[in-house]
């Protein structure tokens, strides 16, 4: 973990200090929701030394903001704020994603809003009510968890996950995020490599790694 803190600090770096640290992190948040993630990190603490640092950038290396995307025809405003988009019966496949939001300047974003909307297993959105839709707030530190759903593919499109991004009091960022090795990511043109998360199998599901990097200015 030193060895990677002292490299240059990347999107892609910052992406791979995220893989390395929520995977406890998620397991605890979500084992104890009423907590969250501020309890997450307190638990943790015994897990594993490297869990704690935020790590810092270089003067001169600034990270490369996280690039917009089309908002697609089926964003719905007003959603509830949850960090689970999972409910009863819900089919697919869980999948946990997790990262930080930070700023250009490798400072994390406390009280980013994340607004995350998908499609279901099989590949339909929820354009009546909010299922699979909700919205929330990064922690003190930055850092965010999504339960959810790995979400089905439809025409047209390879795998995604719809999400704005948004610094309290700054512009609102529209992008999706992708997964890694889909078939579809090579005939999608909408697809952009820079927006594919870390994944990794989990016992019950998969874990997905992302961080957000927003541009911010003085009003
Ligand atoms: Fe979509």
Same mark, same amino acid.
């Given at each position: 973990m030193e060895a990677i803190l002292q490299t240059r600090l990347t999107r892609r770096t910052v992406q791979k200090l995220a893989l390395a640290l929520p995977a406890p992190l998620v397991a605890a948040a979500l084992s104890d929701r009423a907590a969250g993630i501020v309890l997450a990190q307190s638990t943790t603490a015994t897990s594993s030394? %490297?869990?704690a640092p935020t790590p810092a950038c270089a003067d001169d290396d600034d990270l490369e903001a996280t690039v917009p995307q089309t908002e697609g025809p089926f964003y719905t405003p007003d959603t509830p704020q949850r960090q689970s988009l999972l409910e009863p019966g819900m089919a697919g496949t869980k999948l946990v994603v997790s990262g930080y939001v930070y700023d250009t300047a490798c400072q994390p974003i406390p009280g980013a809003l994340l607004d995350f909307w998908q499609a279901d297993d099989?590949? %339909?959105?929820?354009n009546v009510g909010y299922r699979l839709r909700g919205h929330q707030f990064a922690d003190d530190e930055g850092r965010f968890v999504l339960e959810t759903v790995v979400p089905g593919l439809y025409t047209g499109r390879t795998r995604h996950i719809h999400v704005k991004a948004q610094a309290p009091n700054q512009p609102v960022l529209t992008t999706q995020l992708y997964f890694p090795d889909e078939l579809a990511n090579a005939t999608d043109g909408i697809f952009d490599p820079a927006l594919v998360m870390d994944i990794e199998d989990a016992a019950d599901g998969e874990v997905a790694f992302f961080t957000f990097v927003l541009s911010t200015s003085v009003a």
């Amino acid at each position: 973990m030193e060895a990677i803190l002292q490299t240059r600090l990347t999107r892609r770096t910052v992406q791979k200090l995220a893989l390395a640290l929520p995977a406890p992190l998620v397991a605890a948040a979500l084992s104890d929701r009423a907590a969250g993630i501020v309890l997450a990190q307190s638990t943790t603490a015994t897990s594993s030394p %490297v869990l704690a640092p935020t790590p810092a950038c270089a003067d001169d290396d600034d990270l490369e903001a996280t690039v917009p995307q089309t908002e697609g025809p089926f964003y719905t405003p007003d959603t509830p704020q949850r960090q689970s988009l999972l409910e009863p019966g819900m089919a697919g496949t869980k999948l946990v994603v997790s990262g930080y939001v930070y700023d250009t300047a490798c400072q994390p974003i406390p009280g980013a809003l994340l607004d995350f909307w998908q499609a279901d297993d099989a590949g %339909v959105y929820d354009n009546v009510g909010y299922r699979l839709r909700g919205h929330q707030f990064a922690d003190d530190e930055g850092r965010f968890v999504l339960e959810t759903v790995v979400p089905g593919l439809y025409t047209g499109r390879t795998r995604h996950i719809h999400v704005k991004a948004q610094a309290p009091n700054q512009p609102v960022l529209t992008t999706q995020l992708y997964f890694p090795d889909e078939l579809a990511n090579a005939t999608d043109g909408i697809f952009d490599p820079a927006l594919v998360m870390d994944i990794e199998d989990a016992a019950d599901g998969e874990v997905a790694f992302f961080t957000f990097v927003l541009s911010t200015s003085v009003a």
